[in-house]
């Protein structure tokens, strides 16, 4: 199905979301992160700054390739040439790791820049794994698939996420990047439990895990609806459910996200730090 | 109820339109503002993307103008790629027709110079090819060759100064902006694309040399200073090989 021939495989220590404006921090950095992540479309352009300072990382840090447009979770066929550029970039940087999201972007070639949710039915279970096993495929590695942020449900879907999540991973061989912020938010929206979740999510497949901050609103209905925004400082609700996790899932990758109001580099590299500290089993 | 990717894409980009029926909050209820963060994501998003694209337009128009602005342009030419860093190529047709924009008829070139500059920064690398190639040559030889510019290289006309207006608005106590056409030759020597102002002259010269044609073939206007072109091109690294 695919080879296992690429670069070792991300170390379970804390990395963090690449941004350009940390380049020199983390360069000169004397407790440097285990690991870096990027967002494979910035690095899609012909050349220049972005993909030189790429280069000179991928030198130093074992490198994960995230995307954030593939639209896996598509109605449609996949983009083809994004798909060849996805694979220009794992040819040249041959990174540690790949991974996607379970959510979809594009629809009738117009690109939506979200990631938006799709309900969990047989037909969108077939169109997803097949989606999965062309990409893994392409690239001739196993992908990471992370579960999304929701916000809202579907009165169509039959299955459960963790249930829908088993049942690709046992179809494409794929694995799991398990986004602990996301459990929390979508548990509150939809107001079940992120304990029960993570019990029942296939934690033998899991590569990698995510952490990150959200923003807090209400609905209609005045019920906590809470959004993924990759804007602020982790809240301790999800330290704690990162610890709960880790009891299940062993040490792993695990990757700290801060994409909006981006803060200094000693910020990011103290939430690092207290993600080391959960790694090693101290309660964070 | 299904709910079909085209429905909820058109709910996502028409805040008149109700949520797709079919989504629902924890209740059962029928979503509407848990579906209004998808659509407040999208729009953010976009928008973000596309004052990133145009700093020096949001310097000419204001914040509050520029966000309106962004907020129709989006509806209208969503992204065709899911490369963010190209999103907005088509602002100049938009802002030729964009009613509360016609007052500032520059706006159009100033986005299509700011395109430039985002194509130029993520052009391919190039090697520079060195001068004494050029000199080495005698004069009909030099005639008779073509200079292969970098990949970031490009030139934009304009009827407005849209040189002095760029400058005024990235370059700190830059002079005032005359009312004349103006012409700029984008290079990148290193990682930063220059701004250089030409005359139309050597921007009829150099949209040749882009095209390929043979140095003889480009020197059609008898103002043109060809010197002081070529060393233009030369000092910014932008001349990659002649053949």
Redesign the interface.
């Known amino acids: 199905m695919f080879d296992q021939s690429h670069d070792a495989p991300l170390p379970a220590l804390p990395g963090v979301g690449y941004k350009p404006q940390h380049y020199a921090d983390i360069i000169k950095d004397p407790d440097p992160v285990g690991w870096l992540e990027i967002h494979a479309e910035n690095y899609m352009g012909d050349g220049g700054r972005p993909i030189a300072q790429l280069r000179h990382l991928a030198e130093r840090f074992p490198i994960s390739v995230h995307g954030v447009g593939l639209s896996i979770g598509s109605e449609g066929d996949l983009d083809p040439d994004h798909l060849a550029r996805l694979k220009h970039i794992d040819d040249w940087l041959n990174p540690a790791s790949f991974s996607e999201h379970l959510a979809w972007s594009t629809h009738d070639s117009h690109f939506l820049n979200d990631l938006l949710p799709l309900p969990y039915t047989e037909a969108t279970l077939a169109k997803v794994a097949s989606h999965i096993s062309q990409v893994q495929d392409t690239l001739g590695r196993q992908m990471l698939l992370e579960n999304p942020s929701s916000y809202l449900a579907f009165a169509e879907s039959t299955y459960s996420e963790p249930d829908f999540l088993r049942e690709i991973v046992k179809r494409t061989g794929c694995g799991l990047l398990l986004d602990v912020n996301n459990v929390f938010v979508s548990a509150t929206n939809l107001k079940t439990s992120p304990q029960a979740y993570i019990d029942a999510f296939p934690v033998d497949a899991v590569g990698e895990i995510h952490l990150g901050g959200h923003d807090e609103d209400e609905d209609e209905t005045g019920a906590p609806l809470l959004i993924d925004s990759h804007g602020k400082a982790i809240v301790d609700p999800v330290w704690a459910l990162l610890d709960y996790t880790l009891a299940r899932t062993g040490p792993k990758p695990l990757l700290i996200e801060w994409d909006n109001d981006v803060p200094e580099w000693g910020t990011l590299a103290d939430e690092a730090k207290r993600a080391a500290r959960a790694l090693s089993g101290i309660p964070a | 109820?299904?709910?079909?990717?085209?429905a909820?894409?058109a709910g996502?980009l028409d805040p008149e339109r109700p949520a797709p029926t079919?989504?629902?909050?924890?209740?059962?209820?029928q979503?509407?503002?848990?579906?209004d963060?998808?659509r407040n994501?999208?729009a953010v998003?976009?928008s973000d993307?596309l004052e990133a694209a145009f700093p020096v337009i949001r310097k000419l128009v204001g914040d509050q103008f520029f966000r309106a602005m962004a907020g129709v342009y989006l509806r209208k030419h969503?992204?065709?790629?899911?490369?963010?860093?190209f999103y907005g190529e088509a602002m100049p047709q938009f802002l030729r027709r964009f009613g509360p924009a016609l007052s500032l008829p520059y706006l159009p070139d100033i986005a299509k110079l700011e395109l430039a500059m985002r194509r130029a920064?993520?052009?391919?690398?190039a090697q520079t090819l060195d001068p004494q190639a050029l000199g080495a040559l005698a004069p009909d030889a030099l005639l008779a060759s073509r200079l292969r510019l970098a990949?970031?290289v490009q030139v934009v006309k304009s009827d407005f100064p849209i040189h002095a207006i760029y400058l005024a608005n990235t370059v700190p106590e830059s002079p005032k902006p005359v009312m004349q056409p103006e012409c700029v030759l984008i290079t990148?020597a290193g990682?930063?694309p220059q701004v250089h102002l030409i005359d139309a002259a050597a921007a009829k010269c150099i949209s040749a040399l882009i095209d390929g044609a043979p140095l003889a073939e480009t020197l059609t206007d008898e103002t043109l200073e060809l010197g002081a072109t070529l060393a233009l091109l030369l000092g910014q690294s932008a001349v990659t090989d002649i053949y």
């Open positions: 109820m299904n709910v079909s990717q085209e909820f894409q996502i079919g989504l629902c909050n924890p209740d059962g209820a979503a509407t503002k848990r579906f963060v998808y994501n999208v998003s976009l993307a969503p992204p065709k790629s899911p490369l963010m860093m920064y993520h052009a391919a690398d990949p970031a990148r990682f930063d």
